[in-house]
T-cell receptor, first 110, second 117 residues
Framework: KQEVTQIPAALSVPEGENLVLNCSFT??????LQWFRQDPGKGLTSLLL?????REQTSGRLNASLDKSSGRSTLYIAASQPGDSATYLC?????????FGKGTSLLVTP | EAGVAQSPRYKIIEKRQSVAFWCNPI?????LYWYQQILGQGPKLLIQ????????DSQLPKDRFSAERLKGVDSTLKIQPAKLEDSAVYLC???????????????FGDGTRLSIL
């Protein structure tokens, strides 16, 4: 059974810092990995999707990397802003279903 | 493009009562998913539809949960009777087509927050 772990569970940083969120998974036979953002009381917004054949994806200040062989992914956020405060979830796909981690709750203070 | 619509946003019921949630996916999306998200956890897939057929319902507690997607568009998820452990946010998501599914992101609605008293 696929287990997805996210570290840290919570993170507080001052505005302007660069930060890294970590995601690990136990079964490396995945088709893709996605990073989502969830704001309080809201659904999930897809940030980046990395296919199993890819090593990284970038969107604006976000960069996600994937190392399938070691079962790890990182989400790098550059020059963090208070608007980045949210819960970030990673999810891996092998079958049709997304297997989610529990998320990292990020607070960026002004 | 309109997003995934869900209603109601909030529901409070007593245990053993029944409840139903409604989802309208993004227009043209063939695949629809229902997830359960318990506080502090990531979402867990309950059921997946491709058009009006069920693709995966292996994690749906079928003794109390049911779902349907008539005409391959809107979907309803029902719980009867509800238990205390059903308190959660129920999220609906849709994607373009399961045929190309590894490359298609899922788009989520804002969810229905269910509280069982």
């Amino acid at each position: 059974k696929q287990e997805v772990t996210q570290i840290p569970a919570a993170l507080s940083v001052p505005e302007g810092e660069n930060l890294v969120l970590n995601c690990s998974f136990t079964d490396s036979a995945i088709y893709n990995l996605q990073w989502f953002r969830q704001d309080p009381g809201k659904g999930l917004t897809s940030l980046l999707l990395i296919q199993s054949s890819q090593r990284e994806q970038t969107s604006g200040r976000l960069n996600a990397s994937l190392d399938k062989s070691s079962g790890r992914s990182t989400l790098y956020i550059a020059a963090s802003q208070p608007g980045d405060s949210a819960t970030y979830l990673c999810a891996v796909t092998r079958g049709y279903a997304l297997n989610f981690g529990k998320g990292t709750s990020l607070l960026v203070t002004p | 493009e309109a997003g995934v619509a869900q209603s109601p946003r909030y529901k409070i019921i007593e245990k053993r009562q029944s409840v139903a949630f409604w989802c309208n996916p993004i227009s043209g999306h063939a695949t629809l998913y229902w997830y359960q998200q318990i506080l502090g956890q990531g979402p867990k897939l309950l059921i997946q539809f491709q058009n009006n057929g069920v693709v995966d319902d292996s994690q749906l507690p079928k003794d109390r949960f049911s779902a349907e997607r008539l005409k391959g568009v809107d979907s309803t998820l029902k719980i009867q009777p509800a238990k205390l452990e059903d308190s959660a946010v129920y999220l609906c998501a849709s994607s373009l087509d399961v045929v190309d599914w590894p490359h298609q992101p899922q788009h989520f609605g804002d969810g229905t927050r269910l509280s069982i008293l």
